[in-house]
């Protein structure tokens, strides 16, 4: 993201990909403001989304114009107005999971490597399912292993989230707190992946 913002953003071909796109999905829409907020360099932002804006403008007053020109041409450029393409970065990080999962499926199934990753904190939810579409044709035992392995992961958390949720009644609020306090941001890690770097997300409270 950071090389997006100090250099490439500039190109032509990047800025036509992120026009198309009306900017990034939410996820790194945010982080690119993040970024630039952290680093004092909002003037990128602000000149990249200026050129959307006026684009858009543009796309709008084609629309009005069109109103007036031929009775349904207003509702066929509605829709090409409301597209967006893909988000660039996610789909850039989509090919990069990809790459890495038919690596890592390659090393799962080397026994020692298995075992290590069974006494890991495993994959996240979107890992573990490009891990398993990678090697989906290869070795079926090695999925049932992965899919088994995650079951297990999934119904401990399960456990914890109920005790989270029952410790949070008032006839249980003095009982002492355990590690079912932390099942709640580990559920969204679990399916989500860990928090992207400078989030400040904190334990949610009873």
């Given at each position: 993201m950071q090389q997006f913002w100090r250099d490439s953003r500039l190109l032509p071909p990047i800025r036509r990909a992120f026009f198309a796109s009306a900017g990034f999905c939410p996820r790194h829409s945010w982080l690119f403001h993040q970024q630039v907020t952290t680093a004092h360099r909002g003037g990128a932002l602000a000149e990249l989304y200026s050129g959307l804006v006026a684009r858009d403008l543009r796309r709008i007053d084609a629309l009005v114009n069109a109103h007036g020109e031929r009775e349904g041409l207003l509702s066929e450029r509605l829709v090409e107005f409301a597209h967006r393409s893909a988000c660039r970065k996610c789909e850039e990080l989509e090919a990069a999971t990809?790459?890495?999962?038919?690596?890592?499926?390659?090393?799962?199934?080397?026994?020692?490597?298995?075992?290590?990753?069974?006494?890991?904190?495993?994959?996240?939810?979107?890992?573990?399912?490009?891990?398993?579409?990678?090697?989906?044709?290869?070795?079926?035992?090695?999925?049932?292993?992965?899919?088994?392995?995650?079951?297990?992961?999934?119904?401990?958390?399960?456990?914890?989230?109920?005790?989270?949720?029952?410790?949070r009644a008032y006839q249980y609020k003095d009982e002492p707190r355990g590690n079912e306090q932390l099942a709640p941001t580990e559920v969204v890690e679990r399916y989500a992946g860990d928090q992207p770097e400078g989030a400040q997300g904190t334990a949610p409270s009873g």
């Open positions: 990809a790459r890495r999962a038919r690596a890592g499926w390659r090393l799962l199934r080397e026994p020692e490597m298995c075992a290590a990753y069974r006494s890991s904190d495993g994959f996240c939810f979107r890992h573990l399912g490009a891990v398993l579409v990678a090697g989906r044709d290869e070795d079926a035992e090695l999925a049932l292993v992965l899919l088994r392995d995650w079951r297990g992961r999934l119904t401990e958390l399960h456990d914890r989230l109920q005790e989270f949720d029952r410790k």
